[in-house]
């Protein structure tokens, strides 16, 4: 069993910045997918950047340029940093572990982030 526990966010006016921080419990960390995605209200849960165990990334068209992805195997955690935020960025931010060789998927209870214009 693994637990994800999100942290880091909060509320910041557009322009802003926050840093997200997701750890991860349990072995095999760097065989994991870690993913963001995000849910604002009335809206569905969207992908917002993943990272693969490589250290690929991808990241949804809307941030890239602003949002930056990565991770310390060392410390089973990555880190989502969120600049120039805009009220769009407003959401609950849940962070997801996958293994996709062993079929294990485990998702954070999430953190929201809200941006004021």
């Known amino acids: 069993q693994v637990q994800v526990v999100e942290s880091g966010g909060g509320s910041v006016h557009a322009g802003g910045s926050l840093r997200l921080s997701c750890a991860a419990s349990?072995?095999?960390?760097?065989?994991?997918?870690m993913g963001w995605y995000r849910q604002a209200p009335g809206k569905q849960r969207e992908l917002v950047a993943a990272i693969n165990s490589g250290g690929t990334t991808n990241s949804k068209d809307s941030v890239k340029g602003r949002f930056t992805l990565s991770r310390d195997n060392a410390k089973n955690t990555v880190y989502l940093q969120m600049n120039s935020l805009k009220p769009e960025d407003t959401a609950v931010y849940y962070c997801?572990?996958?293994?996709?060789?062993?079929?294990?998927?485990?998702w954070g209870k999430g953190t929201l982030v809200t941006v004021s214009s």
């Open positions: 349990g072995s095999f960390f760097s065989e994991y997918t």
């Open positions: 997801n572990a996958r293994h996709v060789v062993r079929g294990m998927d485990y």
